[in-house]
């Protein structure tokens, strides 16, 4: 499991930042349309407007077997936000807003993002029990009594104790407006040098932030073939690395493609797992860990209706446990549940030429929630 640095911005900034991350947005959409990249990024876009995963998985998969024989390289960057550098940044800021230096608000913007202060969520708790002792904290909150955490001099006093700041030339806070935008436009030169090189081999390539794709044809599939592939994509990473960029080599995987059938290098029977979506070339379903999460939770909703009914001698409350969990839930344009995004993914991934489980895999789901509610 993925352990990450989640940040929050205070009230003011979150709105700061998402009108500037909006115009950066704009400007970076503008830019990949004219250098010829943008179908390449496909996370934190607004000009995808209806797609999601789904339609992104789709189109890897529709590209890789309507091949006769094709090499997958698909790799994820170690701790990528962590790592991006702040004079790249700035350098791909300018290139993308079409200027030679950042006016005076978008370089507070770019200082206040890069060298960013912080407070540990823990050291607030605790200060807030400390001030109040557990029981009243508890119960201030369960009231929505507690209308603010600590006044200006309080403030002023805490943070010189508990505020850090991140003094290193690298490293944007994950959670902020900007950092979403800012993790593309950081790759801007990058994605530009691998989608030549894919070009070069007819290959597709696609980046989903930190996790990269690259499918490309081939006629003949060898050791030497392979390894001349993969030297070429890996000697490109290297050229960034000052970048930030370093390969997560336990997730990197490669694939192999040929009689319909996706194998890995040893030649075995595989799967490629892509945005949730796995194939083996036969069939497509949702990854077992999504639907693993999916009905944990339903479970644990479905066993606490459980004990309220028992509690209150009343058949237990189901209307929220339908609305997230089940086909009866809430439904508006594209938004929905779980189960909404399964029969979704099933329509889209029937066009394949493969066949898809993905209905069959959530067919019960009504039966196994009852169970528990029994």
Not at 306 to 333: C, D, N, Q, W
Request: overall charge positive; hydrophobic content about 35%; proline content about 2%.
């Amino acid at each position: 499991m993925k352990v990450r640095q989640i940040f929050y911005a205070s009230h003011q900034d979150r709105f700061i930042y998402k009108y500037y991350g909006d115009l950066l947005n704009y400007a970076y959409n503008k830019y990949v349309e004219i250098n010829d990249i943008d179908d390449v990024a496909l996370a934190y876009r607004n000009n995808k407007k209806g797609k999601n995963n789904v339609d992104f998985a789709y189109e890897v998969f529709d590209f890789l077997l309507s091949q006769k024989k094709a090499i997958v390289i698909s790799l994820d960057f170690t701790k990528f936000f962590d790592h991006i550098n702040h004079l790249e940044l700035k350098k791909n800021i300018k290139s993308v807003l079409e200027v030679d230096e950042l006016p005076e608000d978008w370089y507070k913007i770019y200082k206040n993002l890069t060298q960013f202060t912080y407070v540990n969520k823990t050291d607030v708790d605790n200060y807030l029990k400390d001030q109040y002792g557990i029981k009243k904290l508890n119960e201030l909150l369960e009231n929505k009594k507690l209308t603010r955490i600590m006044d200006s001099k309080e403030f002023r006093q805490f943070k010189k104790k508990y505020l850090y700041k991140n003094k290193k030339p690298f490293g944007i806070p994950q959670g902020s407006g900007m950092s979403a935008v800012c993790s593309n436009v950081h790759l801007i030169n990058f994605d530009k040098h691998v989608k030549q090189w894919a070009k070069t081999n007819n290959a597709l390539y696609r980046r989903y932030c930190d996790d990269m794709i690259l499918v490309i044809p081939t006629e003949n599939i060898s050791p030497k073939i392979l390894d001349e592939l993969k030297n070429g994509v890996f000697d490109i990473i290297q050229r960034y690395t000052s970048s930030g960029l370093n390969i997560q080599e336990e997730k990197t995987e490669i694939r192999i493609f040929k009689n319909g059938e996706i194998l890995n290098e040893k030649g075995n029977k595989s799967s490629l797992d892509y945005l949730g979506m796995v194939t083996d070339g036969q069939v497509v379903r949702i990854r077992e860990k999504s639907l693993f999460k999916y009905y944990c939770r339903a479970y644990r909703k479905a066993s606490s209706m459980r004990r309220v009914g028992l509690a209150t001698k009343r058949k237990s409350p189901r209307k929220e446990l339908y609305r997230i969990y089940t086909h009866l839930g809430f439904k508006y344009k594209d938004r929905g549940n779980f189960i909404t995004y399964a029969y979704r993914a099933h329509r889209i991934m029937s066009k394949l030429p493969t066949k898809s489980l993905i209905r069959n895999q959530v067919k019960r789901h009504w039966i196994k929630i009852h169970k528990v509610l029994q």
